[in-house]
């Protein structure tokens, strides 16, 4: 036993050591929106952690979280004027006020409120400094003015209050929204017929200022339709003159210039009949000329033709006597052109023979009948085709 029992105790000591681990981890890790404070329980010293994790000994440290992010604070016990803790106002009218706080840590002093702050920041710091400013401002007004005319300004005492009040205590105060009032039922019910009426006095107020805001707005258009047409009329009459004085000044201008198109036009029609004399005068004289040239080139032509006809007429009384000529001295060049003649209506001519005459005198119409019985009984007649 006193051998085993070493080894027993250093397995418990594991053992316990191990549970001690797995229920509480020396690991912590810090909530998304939440800063960690680390405080030394024997030394006094802190840390402060904003995201991650750290190390957390069980005994040795001990740790707090404060929210970064804005927490809202609604004390429930102000908001009915029957509640349990109501505000009393000049009158000493209960009343209830439906609030509402933003509140944060002040990040800069969280090592020093890890110490200084109770858990609970709202139920052992808020909650008091609230009341405690609350009641005192409420106090000091009536119920109209907390109820309708002076909400805001009430709004924004107390939140200056709270802001200086907190800020000692670390808490930092980024606004106080008041919402709906509570009154008593018999005092809500006076107080919206008298808040009625003074609306209804005021509609008429400003249904009164209105009405006198149109007189005096339809006298002032009036007014200045009056000036309107008076400056229109004004205006008109200096534009007719304006008109009178520019045509009197144009037509200085416009009668010199309608004499000189006068006179223009009556030179422009000497000048056009001048030039329609000059241009028949230019047609005659061209005309005759032509005439002129015309006779001449027809008497150009008759003298060529003349002249061609005689020179035609010696051709061919030279080409006649040099045939005569060739057929007196070659009898026979007549029956050969007799022939080429005939040539392309008859293709065979038969002759009598020893005849000696002319081999076409057959044909002709003269030929005596005793000539043509006597060429028929020697050779018969001729074969055609």
């Keep these: 036993m006193r051998r085993a029992l070493p080894p027993l105790l250093a397995l ?24 960690a404070v680390r405080t030394n329980q024997f030394s006094g010293g802190t840390s402060e952690f904003r995201d991650g994790s750290f190390l957390r000994i069980p005994g040795l ?11 809202s604070y609604h004390p429930a016990a102000l908001a009915k004027a029957d509640g349990p803790a109501p505000l009393q106002s000049v009158e000493g ?60 300004e009430i709004a924004a005492a107390l939140e200056a209050e709270l802001r200086a009040r907190l800020a000692t205590d670390g808490i930092l105060l980024h606004g106080v929204q008041i919402g709906s009032v509570d009154l008593p039922a018999d005092y809500r019910r006076g107080m919206d017929r008298l808040l009625a009426d003074s609306l209804a006095s005021e509609r008429m107020r400003y249904t009164l200022e209105i009405a006198d805001k ?32 520019a045509q009197e000044e144009a037509m200085k201008h416009v009668l010199p210039f309608k004499q000189k198109q006068v006179e223009q036009r009556a030179l422009e029609a000497q ?17 005759r000329i032509e005439v002129a040239a015309e006779a001449a080139a ?15 007429g010696k051709a ?12 007196t001295r070659h009898p026979l060049l007549v029956q050969k052109a007799m022939a080429d003649k005939l040539s392309d209506k008859v293709q065979v001519i038969i002759a009598p023979p020893g005849s000696g005459g002319f081999i076409g005198s057959a044909l002709l119409a ?11 009984a020697e050779g018969g007649a001729p074969e055609k085709e």
């Design 214 to 245: 149109r007189v005096k707005e339809t006298e002032l258009q009036a007014a200045a339709d009056k000036v309107r047409r008076e400056t229109a009329a004004e205006a008109a009459g200096r534009e007719q003159v304006i008109a009178a004085k």
């Design 93 to 152: 009218l209960s009343l209830g006020l439906d609030m509402n706080l933003r509140w944060t840590v002040d990040p800069a002093r969280l090592g020093e409120l890890s110490r200084k702050l109770p858990d609970d920041i709202e139920a052992d710091v808020i909650a008091p400094a609230v009341q405690a400013v609350v009641y005192k401002q409420i106090a000091r007004h009536t119920v109209r003015e907390i109820f309708s005319s002076q909400r805001a």
């Design 298 to 312: 027809r008497q150009k032509l008759a003298d060529a033709e003349a002249y061609r006809v005689a020179q035609v």
């Design 271 to 287: 000048a056009e009949s001048a030039a329609r004399v000059k241009q028949a005068e230019g047609q005659a004289e061209a005309r």
């Design 316 to 327: 061919n009384v030279g080409q006649m006597a040099a045939e005569g000529e060739l057929l």
């Design 12 to 35: 418990a000591a594991a053992t316990a050591a191990g549970y001690a681990v797995v229920m509480h981890p020396p690991v912590q890790a810090v909530p998304r929106g939440q800063a």
């Design 366 to 376: 003269g030929m005596a009948p005793q000539a043509q019985a006597r060429g028929a």
């Design 61 to 71: 440290h001990e740790v707090r979280l404060f929210p970064l992010r804005d927490q």
